[in-house]
């Protein structure tokens, strides 16, 4: 165990002391020190704690998992129109990992009927650190402490006084002033009425421990007090300090935390050998007559700073007063904002922690400023390019955003250099990014590329995601809108095969897929389940888009989208589009009583022939009701502007997320076929003309083409697999064919001799420590500098190879210009397919042509062609939708936390 970590430990278990019966006054409406059976007040007679023992209540008190421990109240407590606070110590020892639950559920019956939970506090199973779960509309508050094995003291407080309920919630933090986290529901929460029991429970596979519960309506009795503790930020130096209005005196020790890792020790002036005793080396400044020790010796570590005293007698230590302690540029200039401080102080031998309030003063730098030195320059640039296959979920924030990681999703991508271009033009003046690049060299090594592998977007850090895309919304607000375009496709199918597409659950088909096309005449009534319910309404505008052909269209049949999973659990059905059946024309039932068209007179009528289909569904964003939701359908139409038919409707029934969706007709000689299916939020994605990327399996060639009648542009692309079906070519010594000239291949080449000889050995020699791609495989347009498609020189004035070529992604880059691909156009990229006829079918094609990104088709082939649809992987998706999140507006729901 470290020194910090047994330092901690002791200032959490010194925290823990019991709060006996004889301690509590009126202001106290429960506690309990779980000592004993009956132990506490404020209980119903005869009521005991299910998983009571060794002084604490626990999920697994007998070796029995799982066990939920309810317990009365004597009096049901209200806390519907009042200030209540609720502490209690806690130790989840399994640590949570945003799956496994566990805490306090306050309930409005009793254990016998406990009727409806109304808050929850401890690890809600949702971001790894300890918080709330507020029971409205899924809001979970968590706070800035990281949930561990230890035992925590959690104190929350629930203010419903005035017309919105205000959530306030402290870690290990008695500072009254300065919480850890607040959240406030506007116009009141689901606390109504009074809560008649309280149960402990967990999720975890081990064991969740509760001790010292209290449940008041004073501070005091929670154990917070006041205090003008502060640490000022200045957001123009990075400069941090520490300072108290009120003098607070008897201070141990400190810790400076952040998630985003925004912390710079190489920078820090600690107390330890500057302030503390002179026979240290300080001054005495804080503590005259201490030696104080730093605690977090890694400089390395950018999460956390900590010193703290340990020659301390009771009631002895340092004071922090209205002159602000100095600690130097701790904070790392960045968009990250999230420094959490506490100070330990010895209250008469008992250590107390106090949240400082954090206050940032003056202007930080601005967006793209990657180094933090106040300007948006080609030192930036630079910074950005180094960051091409560096950028992955093993970095701080802080770290993955100095490589240029500038919408938050720790990956490096086209998205990315979107915004930087941007920012660069906003900070030097229109035109100033392509003039920076092409006088600045760079090595071709460094070409903008994709990063390798799949990062996801909710890996984790979650308040830290949700801090970057304010900021980002923010920055976009102020580069312009182009970016809100950015798609992200919630599903798509093909029809290929039974399980073809993306972006639907696991193991579920259609069950009626043939020939290339979903029928309802092979098989009627099938449902398949997205893999993420679709909230329509959280978005500005959705897009459902496909091609349908009926047998007739005497009856009625499309498709139709539900809020349950399938057909046992239907749920209701709010859109249908196809032959709604009342006119036998091509049109949509918005489930509302009406039809668009409104009378078959103005519709297209049904034939036997295929027709696309595409239908808008824009959401009133005004945050007023009634809202007017306007429904828009194109039939066989590719002009946005100019739809067949369009209507707006009050309060669309499209209120509860999309589970599944169904593909029926009503038969009686009415059936249809359906294919290229997609539900997205891009226009792009179903009026656009697109370029397609043909893949042949029998040989290997995977071409770029264009098969519309409008030349496309392209100044990038990214070919992805995730299941590595990309053939790079090798690099002579390359044994393995992984990509890296290593130490493996020796092995390899050991295992192979004489197969592989003494000039494969030098071979490998020669080559060892390079990578990407080699002989063979991948024939990048830089490589064969095509006319219009010219190689670039290394400082973006042509095509350039991504710096890492792998079987999981090849990636190219014309940084200043673009290219045009011309109707019928095939732009041959080498035998660059790995695997082979029988091999997956799951590459994903995404290219920027104008400024904004595209996901281009797929066509698979054995020597023949066969149609396109976009399929795009996860990480393309993830890619893509970085944006359009940060802009997303969750305007039916009301909730603002701090």
């Not at 945003?98 to 805490?103: A, F, L, R, V």
């Not at 950015?486 to 579920?508: M, N, Y």
């Not at 495989?777 to 095509?799: I, K, M, P, V, Y």
């Not at 990229?829 to 799951?842: H, I, N, P």
């Amino acid at each position: 165990m470290t020194m910090l970590r047994r330092v901690l430990s002791f200032v959490l278990i010194a925290m823990c002391g019991g709060i006996g019966a004889d301690e509590v006054n009126a202001t106290v409406l429960a506690s309990d020190d779980f000592s004993a059976a009956g132990s506490g007040v404020g209980w119903m007679a005869g009521n005991e704690w299910e998983g009571l023992g060794g002084g604490v209540v626990s999920s697994n008190p007998t070796g029995a998992l799982n066990v939920q421990s309810f317990r009365d109240f004597a009096i049901p407590i209200d806390a519907s129109n009042g200030v209540t606070y609720i502490k209690v110590d806690y130790a989840q020892i399994a640590p949570g990992n945003g799956s496994d639950w566990g805490g306090l559920a306050f309930f409005t019956g009793t254990e016998a009927a406990a009727g409806t939970e109304t808050f929850f506090l401890g690890n809600p199973a949702g971001p790894d650190y300890y918080g709330m779960d507020l029971k409205q509309d899924g809001i979970e508050v968590a706070s800035p402490v990281q949930i561990d094995d230890q035992f925590h003291t959690l104190i929350a407080r629930i203010d419903t006084t005035g017309a919105d309920d205000v959530y306030s919630f402290w870690v290990d933090n008695v500072n009254l002033s300065a919480p850890s986290v607040t959240s406030t529901i506007v116009g009141g929460g689901p606390i109504t009425g009074p809560w008649g029991t309280l149960r402990m429970a967990s999720a975890d596979p081990v064991t969740d421990n509760y001790d010292n519960l209290v449940i008041a309506t004073t501070p005091e009795e929670v154990g917070l007090v006041p205090s003008t503790l502060t640490m000022t930020v200045d957001r123009s130096t990075g400069n941090v300090t520490l300072s108290s209005a009120t003098p607070l005196t008897n201070v141990v020790g400190y810790s400076i935390v952040s998630a985003a890792g925004s912390l710079e020790p190489a920078d820090w002036t600690p107390i330890t050998g500057n302030y503390d005793s002179p026979g240290n080396g300080g001054n005495g400044s804080v503590d005259a007559n201490d030696a104080w020790t730093i605690l977090s010796t890694d400089p390395d570590v950018t999460t956390n700073l900590a010193e703290f005293t340990f020659s301390v007698s009771p009631g002895d230590g340092g004071t922090i007063g209205a002159t602000a302690v100095n600690l130097g540029g701790v904070w790392a200039r960045s968009p990250f904002e999230d420094l959490y401080a506490t100070v330990t102080v010895d209250d008469g031998g008992t250590p107390l922690m106090l949240a400082a309030n954090v206050v940032y003063t003056g202007a930080g730098p601005a967006f793209g400023d990657l180094n933090g030195d106040g300007n948006v320059n080609a030192a930036d640039w630079t910074l950005f390019k180094s960051g091409q296959g560096a950028v992955d979920g093993t970095l701080t924030a802080v770290a993955a955003y100095r490589l240029g990681d500038l919408d938050g999703d720790f990956d490096h991508t086209l998205a990315d250099f979107d915004l930087f271009a941007d920012a660069y033009d906003l900070a030097n003046g229109t035109g100033a990014f392509v003039a920076m690049v092409q006088g600045v060299p760079e090595p071709s090594a460094l070409a903008l590329v994709f990063c390798g592998g799949l990062a996801l977007v909710a890996r984790r850090r979650r308040p830290i995601k949700v801090a970057l895309s304010v900021l980002v919304a923010s920055a976009v607000l102020a580069l312009g809108t182009d970016h809100a375009a950015h798609a992200t496709v919630f599903a798509q199918d093909d029809f290929s095969a039974e399980g073809s597409g993306t972006g639907w659950a696991a193991g579920d088909t259609w069950g009626n897929v043939t020939g290339g096309v979903a029928d309802t005449q092979f098989a009627n009534a099938k449902f398949r389940a997205f893999a993420t319910p679709v909230e329509p309404y959280l978005y500005d505008k959705i897009y459902i888009a496909f091609s349908i052909q009926f047998t007739a269209g005497n009856q009625w049949g499309g498709l139709a989208f539900f809020t349950g999973p399938d057909e046992n659990n239907q749920g209701n059905e709010t859109l249908f589009v196809g032959d709604p059946g009342q006119y036998s024309a091509y049109g949509l039932d918005m489930k509302q009583g009406g039809t668009l068209p409104a009378t078959g007179g103005e519709g297209i009528a049904i034939d036997n022939a295929f027709h696309r289909m595409i239908v808008e569904i824009d959401f009133d964003d005004d945050f007023t009701s009634p809202y007017d939701d306007s429904y828009s359908l194109w039939i066989d139409s590719g002009d946005p502007d100019f739809p067949t038919h369009t209507t707006t409707i009050q309060n669309s029934p499209v209120t509860q997320p999309w589970q599944s969706v169904r593909l029926q007709s009503a038969g009686g000689g009415e059936f249809f076929k359906v294919d290229n299916f997609i539900i997205t939020d891009e226009p792009d994605l179903v009026f656009s003309p697109t370029l397609n990327l043909l893949v042949d399996k029998s040989t290997g060639e995977i071409s770029i083409r264009n098969t519309t009648g409008t030349a496309i542009n392209i100044s990038g692309y990214s070919i992805e697999s995730n299941s590595n079906m990309l053939n790079v070519g090798a690099l002579p010594g390359d044994f393995d064919a992984n990509g890296d000239v290593d130490g493996g291949d020796f092995l390899t080449w050991q295992r192979q001799f004489p197969t592989l000889d003494a000039g494969d050995l030098a071979d490998w020699q020669s080559n060892f420590g390079g990578s990407g791609g080699g002989v063979g495989g991948w024939d990048s347009l830089a490589d064969q500098n095509l006319a219009g498609f010219e190689s670039g020189n290394g400082s973006g004035n042509g095509w350039e190879e991504g710096a890492n070529p792998s079987p999981g992604e090849v990636a190219e880059y014309f940084l200043t210009g673009q290219s045009s691909v011309i109707p019928a156009a095939v732009l041959s990229l080498g035998d660059a397919y790995a695997g082979g006829a029988g091999g997956a079918e799951d590459l994903s094609f995404v290219y920027r042509s104008d400024g904004e990104l595209k996901i281009g088709t797929i066509s698979y082939v054995n020597g023949a062609l066969i149609g396109a649809v976009p399929e795009p992987t996860a990480t393309a998706l993830a890619a893509l939708a970085c944006l359009g999140a940060a802009m997303t507006r969750r305007w039916r729901r009301f909730a603002v936390t701090s």
